[in-house]
């Protein structure tokens, strides 16, 4: 079993330290790229075989591997997907989160959910940040950590387990940062804001409509802070917290994931949240063997999690959740463990989230600077474990991640919370029992822009604006980025089911 690793997040997902260049709310940052350096776009055929909608452009952006040496003969390239638009209205672009996902990756998916209008007015840019996809720099032989299983049932040790995490991640780390000299240190969100801003001046738009989704959020964030003359219109779905450490990126997660649990059970019953209650309690001192190994309260708490962020998974995980309540509740013996089996066995087929991604882990630790101890994550856990469970500080995962890195491979991304005065103020649609960002990240984000606005959503999904059928969410959004017209207030959405698969 795996310890958790943080999905596309996170992530917030996800998910600055002290000490973080903040840049006053009052003074316009310079509005061009380093003067040592041109940016030169490229346009090229497009890899055979490539989903795209018609009559994309496939191009390459030129940039310096580290802005902060632009003419120092190294650079990189980033990938980008454009299509144009019919009424040529300027360019819209997204990031999908992670950090790490592939923008390209989505270029279909994404432009086709897109209402007309939208697609009519704005040219539409999908882009690989550094070091994701098909942009360099490219990482070569990086290990993944090792496995540290906490004891599948009764008490854990949380100082023991955090002291081996720890060890595991910095082994792993510090390899792929010494293997990787010329491509490691130069993931950072400081160094992808000034590729973005270097991109937009490359395809002639005057501002930028930007979509920031889960870790996109931060990519926005540093970028209103930075560039703030560049951008026309922000959205920010599934916002990380301003002010963001990397302590808080993690130990923030078991409160958060008790509100998504019990916003879940009120939605589709609940009597959901006693049957978790009742799993767990059963789990912390049993292990139900299934033909795919033991199903431990670490897996349970693995799935639970990972389908809580998609509503249409709603009904499939209320079946589950039934049927495995009902089995460790039964009485009659023979029969309660082939029904224990069979229920295990059918959590653990399910798939489940990718391990954790170097691309992540280095973004990250170049973007958040502090460096958690074991004691302290040990602390954090004993709390956790007394308010929501012996399963809830596993979240608290993402706070290790970084060790065995230095704080200072990259600038820190600009964040905080001094306030952002933008010509036009975000809209921010954030989900009540988000599982991956939680609603008071988002909300102290918002707080950090001067007149922005906030959509709540009645759910745990996680990146909502046309993932749901809420017009509630969606018309208000399409609203803004056509005409830059807020609502008077923020708004909150009720739940609404998404279709059956």
Same mark, same amino acid.
């Given at each position: 079993m795996k310890p958790f690793r943080l999905a596309a997040p996170a992530l917030s997902l996800g998910l600055l330290a002290a000490g973080l260049i903040v840049l006053p709310a009052q003074a316009a940052p310079p509005q061009t790229t380093a003067p040592a350096f041109t940016p030169t776009l490229a346009y090229e055929a497009c890899p055979p075989g490539e989903k795209l909608p018609a009559g994309t452009r496939c191009a390459t952006l030129t940039v310096p591997l580290d802005w902060q040496t632009p003419d120092d003969g190294r650079t990189i390239e980033i990938a980008l997907r454009v299509k144009r638009s019919k009424q040529r209205g300027g360019g819209l672009t997204f990031n999908p989160g992670g950090p790490g996902a592939a923008g390209i990756t989505y270029t279909s998916a994404i432009y086709s959910e897109l209402p007309a209008s939208v697609r009519a007015r704005f040219d539409f840019v999908a882009w690989d940040p550094r070091g994701v996809g098909l942009s360099g720099p490219v990482l070569n032989d990086c290990p993944e950590p090792r496995d540290v299983d906490p004891p599948a049932t009764g008490p854990v040790d949380w100082r023991v387990f955090w002291e081996e995490q720890l060890a595991a991640n910095a082994e792993a780390n510090s390899a792929c940062l010494t293997g990787n000299p010329d491509a490691a240190p130069y993931l950072g969100t400081w160094q992808v804001?000034?590729?973005?801003?270097?991109?937009?001046?490359?395809?002639?738009?005057?501002?930028?409509?930007?979509?920031?989704?889960?870790?996109?959020?931060?990519?926005?964030?540093?970028? *209103?802070?930075?560039?703030?003359?560049?951008? #026309?219109?922000?959205?920010?779905?599934?916002?990380?917290?301003?002010?963001?450490?990397?302590?808080?990126?993690?130990?923030?997660?078991?409160?958060?994931?008790?509100?998504?649990?019990?916003?879940? *059970?009120? /939605?589709?019953?609940?009597?959901?949240?006693?049957? /978790?209650?009742? /799993?767990?309690?059963?789990?912390?001192?049993?292990?139900?063997?299934?033909?795919?190994?033991?199903?431990?309260?670490?897996?349970? *708490?693995?799935?639970?999690?990972?389908?809580?962020?998609?509503?249409?998974?709603?009904?499939?995980?209320?079946?589950?959740?039934?049927?495995?309540?009902?089995?460790?509740?039964?009485?009659?013996?023979?029969?309660?463990?082939?029904?224990?089996?069979?229920?295990?066995?059918?959590?653990?087929?399910?798939?489940?989230?990718?391990?954790? *991604?170097?691309?992540?882990?280095? /973004?990250?630790?170049?973007?958040?600077?502090?460096?958690?101890?074991?004691?302290?994550?040990?602390?954090?856990?004993?709390?956790?474990? #007394?308010?929501?469970?012996?399963?809830?500080?596993?979240?608290?995962?993402?706070s290790s991640i970084c060790e065995g890195l230095p704080a200072d491979m990259s600038p820190a991304s600009p964040s905080g919370t001094d306030t952002i005065a933008l010509a036009t103020p975000p809209m921010f649609v954030l989900s009540t029992g988000d599982s991956a960002t939680p609603w008071v990240w988002g909300r102290s984000m918002a707080n950090s822009f001067a007149r922005s606005r906030t959509i709540s959503y009645a759910s745990t999904q996680h990146v909502t604006y046309m993932q749901t059928p809420s017009a509630c969410v969606n018309d208000p959004v399409t609203t803004y980025l056509l005409t830059l017209r807020q609502p008077n207030r923020d708004i909150s959405c009720g739940f609404v089911p998404s279709p059956v698969p």
């Open positions: 804001v000034r590729d973005l801003e270097a991109m937009r001046i490359a395809l002639g738009y005057e501002q930028w409509n930007y979509w920031g989704m889960s870790y996109g959020t931060r990519i926005g964030h540093a970028y *209103a802070r930075t560039f703030p003359n560049s951008l #026309r219109a922000l959205i920010m779905d599934g916002s990380v917290m301003a002010g963001e450490t990397l302590y808080r990126f993690g130990t923030t997660y078991p409160a958060a994931l008790e509100v998504s649990q019990q916003v879940y *059970a009120s /939605i589709i019953g609940r009597g959901q949240a006693h049957k /978790i209650d009742v /799993i767990f309690d059963y789990l912390d001192d049993s292990v139900i063997p299934t033909a795919s190994g033991d199903f431990t309260r670490w897996e349970f *708490a693995l799935q639970l999690k990972d389908q809580l962020g998609r509503q249409v998974a709603y009904p499939a995980l209320r079946e589950q959740v039934n049927k495995l309540y009902d089995a460790v509740v039964a009485t009659n013996t023979p029969r309660r463990a082939r029904a224990l089996r069979d229920a295990g066995e059918a959590w653990m087929g399910r798939p489940r989230a990718n391990p954790m *991604a170097i691309t992540l882990v280095l /973004i990250n630790c170049s973007d958040l600077h502090d460096r958690p101890t074991a004691s302290q994550l040990a602390a954090a856990s004993m709390a956790a474990e #007394r308010q929501y469970g012996t399963a809830s500080p596993l979240w608290s995962f993402n």
